[in-house]
């Protein structure tokens, strides 16, 4: 009997430019998406050196009246008003009418609400160390974010230059991925329990951030299983 042929599968030139076009098209977006996050990160570093700077140049006056909280900051003879209560926050600046009102995230009013409390409690200190807390909190994701979105721009970088996807190269990029996600899960979960305890409020889990793990790990093995299939064949997935 005739030894059956190993069939080299592989996509059409067509479906092989797509594929590299695509590619090239979602590392160039990652790569801007890079540049975006590490400045607003460095503007979050900014703003952490300069809030304890100013604590010493704020006077906070306020007055409370049938459960809402109406006061003044006044920041470098720069003023700044608002009204807080359990439920909503608005922030006005001087020539702002409309203000700031932060109502769509529940946590977000209980963060303003518990640091404007310590500000009217004459509590600087803790007002500062609170917020630096919050600040180095989202520093640390966005530390994380850049440091996914350089492996998600080589991996897809990989994709549009190389024979084949499968490579070795790609299966060690999805892993430190996979990681980078769950040490992301992991801070946002332990400054979720800190702030519960300290704003006295429930805890969510975001079970999005747990689906991207559990995606990611999938593609993973999917990528293994494909480099081995391609070893095993000498194949590759690109047609010249």
Do not use: W
């Amino acid at each position: 009997m005739e030894k059956e042929k190993t069939k080299n599968y592989s996509l059409e030139k067509k479906e092989s430019k797509r594929l590299k076009g695509i590619s090239k098209f979602i590392y160039v977006v990652t790569k801007i998406c890079e540049v975006c996050v590490t400045v607003g990160l460095v503007c979050l570093i900014l703003a952490m050196l300069v809030v304890p700077v100013l604590s010493s140049n704020v006077k906070v006056n306020f007055k409370e009246d049938s459960g809402i909280t109406s006061g003044t900051i006044t920041v470098l003879d720069q003023e700044i008003t608002y009204e807080r209560s359990e439920n909503l926050v608005t922030i006005n600046d001087g020539d702002n009418k409309n203000g700031l009102e932060i109502v769509s995230n529940p946590k977000d009013v209980d963060t303003f609400n518990k640091a404007l409390a310590y500000l009217e409690q004459g509590n600087y200190t803790t007002a500062i160390m609170f917020v630096e807390f919050e600040l180095l909190i989202i520093a640390i994701i966005l530390v994380i974010e850049i440091l996914i979105l350089k492996k998600v721009y080589h991996f897809f970088k990989n994709i549009r230059n190389e024979e084949t996807p499968f490579s070795k190269e790609n299966i060690e990029l999805l892993e430190k991925f996979g990681k980078l996600l769950i040490y992301a899960f992991v801070i946002s979960l332990v400054s979720k329990i800190i702030n519960s305890i300290i704003l006295n409020n429930s805890m969510n889990i975001n079970l999005t951030d747990i689906m991207e793990i559990l995606f990611v790990y999938c593609l993973l093995y999917i990528f293994k299983y494909g480099y081995k299939l391609q070893k095993e064949t000498k194949g590759k997935i690109y047609s010249e």
